[in-house]
């Protein structure tokens, strides 16, 4: 190939310094489909070309946590104080499931200053592709119940119940449809107990945006035309604290604290205070893990009631729990409480 300036070149000087193609002859085509061709540089004032990909996307929301129920607002500072004690009894709880998918829950227990034993049967079955779940219960009251819910098929965020009992020593029967719908920001729940007086009604709603809390809850009696049950609710919840206010028929006011310190330590307090009364009721609870297998509890109330938990996983699916409730007001004159649970898991 020639010099710029030959014939069959095909990159010559242009006017203005830019890269130019000349066709001298027609035998310079071919040259023309040389790879110093396909590259001349693009026009200066010709914009790049920008990918897709690289440009800045506009940043999207967060969705809202689903509230809880309001019978669960609370919840984790009343299991700081309940879970992990079993002062005066000894219980056992058995949790199995089948090939097929469906679970058994067998628990007894027998309490130390009565010796009455009590003891319950329940099984279930999970029917995912519907949204089912059916529901089976026994216990030694003689007492059958039935239960069948559906979740998320009528209505996304919506679950329907349907539970019965029957009682075939007193042929007593009773029926009860729940329905509870959330999605983000609310939680709404309404129960409808059928009764032979006049059906009674429960209803409840928890709206909750950026933390806070509110709730209502309330039970109307059709019989008596009345409300029975009227509770108000307020508190606030982010991801290691939470706050919780109520006051139940006007009457009854409470409070309580949860904050979990660390990784391995938690703690709550709570607050009652009931009007006409000059006594406020206050405790104190905490719970620490020793290691991944084990924790303590202990907590304490106004009244000088001291009790302490002890869990121990001995093995995947074997759980150990050790209680006792000493009266610290009395300690020389007896009346403590033991508590022994095993819990069985397979």
């Known amino acids: 190939m020639g010099g710029p300036g030959s014939p069959g070149s095909c990159g010559t000087p242009a006017a203005g310094g830019r890269t130019g193609v000349s066709f001298t002859s027609p035998s310079s085509a071919q040259s023309c489909s040389s790879a110093v061709c396909r590259t001349t540089a693009p026009p200066r004032d010709r914009p790049e070309p920008t990918c897709p990909d690289d440009r800045p996307q506009p940043a999207q929301a967060a ?3 689903i ?74 009251d ?7 819910a559906i979740e998320d098929q009528l209505a996304k965020g919506l679950k329907v119940t349907f539970d019965t009992t029957f009682s075939p020593n007193t042929g007593k029967k009773s029926g009860k449809i729940k329905s509870a719908y959330k999605r983000e920001c609310i939680n709404l729940g309404c129960d409808v107990d059928f009764d032979f007086a006049g059906p009674a009604v429960h209803g409840s709603a928890v709206f909750g945006y950026e933390g806070w809390l509110a709730g209502y809850q309330m039970t109307f009696d059709t019989a008596k035309s009345k409300l029975t049950r009227n509770n108000f609710s307020v508190g606030y919840k982010t991801g290691d604290f939470q706050l919780h206010t109520n006051v139940n028929d006007g009457s009854e006011f409470g409070g309580s604290i949860y904050q979990k310190v660390s990784e391995s330590l938690e703690t709550a307090i709570n607050l009652a205070w009931t009007a006409g009364s000059n006594s406020t009721r206050f405790g104190f609870a905490a719970k620490y893990k020793l290691d991944p297998t084990a924790s303590l509890s202990a907590k304490v109330n106004n009244s000088s009631l001291i009790g302490v938990g002890y869990t121990q996983t001995l093995r995947p699916g074997v759980k150990l729990t050790l209680s006792a409730l000493i009266d610290g007001k009395s300690i020389n004159a007896g009346g403590h409480k033991l508590g022994l649970g095993l819990e069985l898991e397979a």
């Open 63 to 65: 969705p809202m946590a």
């Open 142 to 148: 003689n007492t059958l119940g039935t239960e069948i």
């Open 67 to 140: 509230p809880p129920a309001y019978v669960d607002l609370g919840k984790p500072a009343r299991d700081i104080f309940n879970k992990g004690y079993g002062f005066g009894l000894v219980k056992l709880d058995v949790k199995t499931k089948s090939a097929s998918g469906v679970e058994f829950t067998t628990s007894g227990s027998s309490n130390t200053d009565t010796g009455k034993v009590n003891g319950s049967l329940e099984t279930k079955y999970k029917w995912a592709e519907y949204g089912l779940t059916f529901t089976e219960k026994w216990n030694t």
